[in-house]
């Protein structure tokens, strides 16, 4: 069947898996001994800036328990802080560390290079399709359609 006369259904069963499968090697190219839910969360400070825990359990939609949990393992590595939260002193707020910045920029630095060594092996006209299909793929995400 040609990639035109797809079904809606085959064409995102198909997308699933191949996308699927792209994330789980970017995960395994992670170079930090940091479990995928860690990075998210580290990422996620990175990101957001300081955040209270209860903020961070809801941006990564884990139980606040499973969070304090993931952020004591992240702070006895160095990756991450709590400081008290000027607005509110009964609450503490996390944020990343100089270590959990370079850990972050490991993993991107690691992940990146993958991604560029198999870019190289595609030919050029592969390359294009991927640059052309690089708006597609970003409309997916845009929750505003």
């Not at 998210?40 to 304090?68: C, F, K, N, Y």
Request: aromatic share 0%; hydrophobic share 45%; net charge positive.
């Amino acid at each position: 069947m040609a990639q035109a006369e797809r079904s809606t259904g085959d064409l995102a069963a198909a997308l699933r898996l191949v996308v699927g499968r792209l994330a789980r090697r970017l995960r395994q190219q992670s170079g930090a001994d940091l479990t995928a839910s860690q990075l998210s969360a580290l990422a996620s400070i990175e990101h957001l800036g300081p955040l209270t825990l209860g903020s961070l359990a809801r941006v990564e939609q884990i139980a606040p328990p499973t969070l304090t949990n993931l952020v004591g393992r992240l702070e006895e590595r160095g990756l991450v802080r709590r400081r008290p939260d000027r607005a509110d002193r009964r609450s503490a707020l996390v944020e990343v560390t100089a270590a959990g910045r370079r850990a972050l920029a490991d993993v991107r630095s690691a992940r990146v290079a993958f991604l560029m060594e198999r870019l190289d092996r595609l030919t050029e006209q592969e390359r294009a399709d991927l640059v052309a299909a690089l708006p597609v793929l970003a409309r997916l995400l845009d929750d505003d359609r």
